[in-house]
């Protein structure tokens, strides 16, 4: 049990463009995902938390912007990574907590931006 | 400030070895400690984790963690090592600051083992 899925695991995209990706619990409702992002052989770096039904919220530094979250059910939360640019590169990670207070990951999803 | 410290980046082990893996956090109280392990391609794995109680952890994969909070250290520990568990560890904690169970994680540890 306790399983979340990332799609897509990997994207490249042009510098301009949008790119979304999602971010589901599989097997069990999630009131709270949240958003990571990891730099190569670096940690993860908290970048929201998303809660259902009400607006994200953001780290400081992140631009509310440019990563767009949201969270319109139980089980999907989505970032939208707007006018991507190279710098936005990245490998961003979601976990979705459990009311046992763990938090499952997904698996990723590679960012590239050309 | 609250900050999360794994001084080792790389520690390489032969099958079969003990193995420990070191996390020091800095707080004024005691925070909820986690242990996480991630495999290329793999989300990453909830190994054990801590909020009270008996300070020795046990968690899957024959892995163990002591919080000692004299030393503000959560170290996680496994008698014999297998090849298998060659992957990135990561320590994290939720510093209880009244906001959904936000994590702070270490920098990572890579661990390699020899046959």
């Known amino acids: 049990g306790a399983v979340v899925s990332q799609h897509p695991s990997r994207v490249i995209c042009k510098s301009g463009t949008s790119v979304k990706i999602e971010c589901r619990s599989l097997d069990f409702q999630a009131t709270t995902m949240f958003w990571y992002r990891q730099f190569p052989k670096q940690s993860l770096m908290l970048m929201a938390t998303s809660n259902e039904g009400s607006k994200a919220t953001y780290e400081q530094g992140v631009e509310k912007d440019k990563f767009l979250i949201n969270h319109a059910s139980l089980t999907l939360s989505t970032l939208t990574v707007t006018s991507a640019h190279p710098e936005d590169s990245s490998f961003y990670i979601c976990s979705a907590m459990l009311p046992i207070y763990e938090q499952y990951f997904g698996p990723g999803t590679r960012l590239t931006v050309t | 400030a609250q900050s999360v410290t794994q001084p080792d980046i790389h520690i390489t082990v032969s099958e079969g070895a003990s193995l420990e893996l070191r996390c020091n956090y800095s707080y004024g109280a005691t925070p909820y400690l986690f242990w996480y392990v991630q495999s290329p391609g793999q989300g990453l794995q909830l190994l054990l984790k801590?909020?009270?109680?008996?300070?020795l952890v046990q968690g899957i994969k024959g892995f163990e963690a002591e919080f000692k909070r004299s030393q503000s250290s959560f170290n996680l520990r496994k008698p014999s090592v297998h090849w298998s568990d060659a992957a990135e560890y990561f320590c994290?904690?939720?510093?209880?600051?009244?906001?959904?169970?936000?994590?702070?994680f270490g920098t990572g540890t890579r661990l390699q083992v020899t046959l």
């Open positions: 801590y909020f009270s109680g008996d300070t």
């Open positions: 994290a904690v939720d510093f209880n600051t009244g906001t959904a169970s936000k994590l702070t």
